[in-house]
């Protein structure tokens, strides 16, 4: 629900999606004009590079949007992809885009320990004490967040480089 208010600039009673468990609640109606629809009806190259299914086109948010990347496993336990991969496709993509632009990258690792950081990373962040389930759980989101951190850094120096960081 939080997506469609950002790309909507609404209140979820206003534009509708308040129930991410039932689908026939959650979608997003085209009537709604986003953010998106918006850049591209003004010129602007518009692509989103998604990480998990809370913002999918599941729930309508590829609305003008002409490049919508949500490549992840759809398996019923994952649903989602590591930061790492989501960077990827968004460098690739911001290495070539003319301006003007608008790119969201949704990054979702310290949301779910299912998919968690590269073995380097978790080890930056390895708890001296493994017996206690607390401390090893909030090494883990530790590492998930910084990992992420380092993949949004990607992001910026690729936009430092072409000049586009403004």
Do not use: C
């Not at 809370?54 to 949500?70: K, M, N, R, T, W």
């Not at 496709?89 to 310290?110: K, R």
């Not at 493994?130 to 530790?142: E, F, G, M, Q, S």
């Amino acid at each position: 629900t939080s997506h469609s208010s950002m790309f909507t600039g609404l209140l979820p009673y206003n534009h509708g999606v308040r129930f991410l468990l039932d689908k026939r609640k959650a979608v997003l109606a085209d009537g709604h004009v986003t953010l998106a629809e918006i850049f591209r009806n003004n010129g602007a190259n518009t692509a989103a590079f998604i990480s998990a299914v809370p913002a999918s086109s599941d729930f309508g948010l590829h609305q003008g949007f002409e490049v919508f990347d949500e490549t992840f496993e759809r398996d019923g336990r994952i649903n989602q992809r590591r930061g790492d991969k989501t960077a990827d496709a968004g460098v690739a993509w911001l290495e070539d885009v003319e301006e003007p632009f608008l790119g969201w990258m949704h990054f979702f690792d310290p949301h779910d320990p299912k998919i968690v950081p590269p073995r380097p990373t978790l080890d930056q962040f390895k708890p001296t004490d493994l017996t206690n389930k607390d401390v090893l759980v909030r090494a883990i989101y530790d590492a998930e967040v910084h990992f992420m951190d380092q993949q949004i850094q990607r992001l910026l120096e690729v936009l430092e480089q072409r000049q586009l960081e403004d």
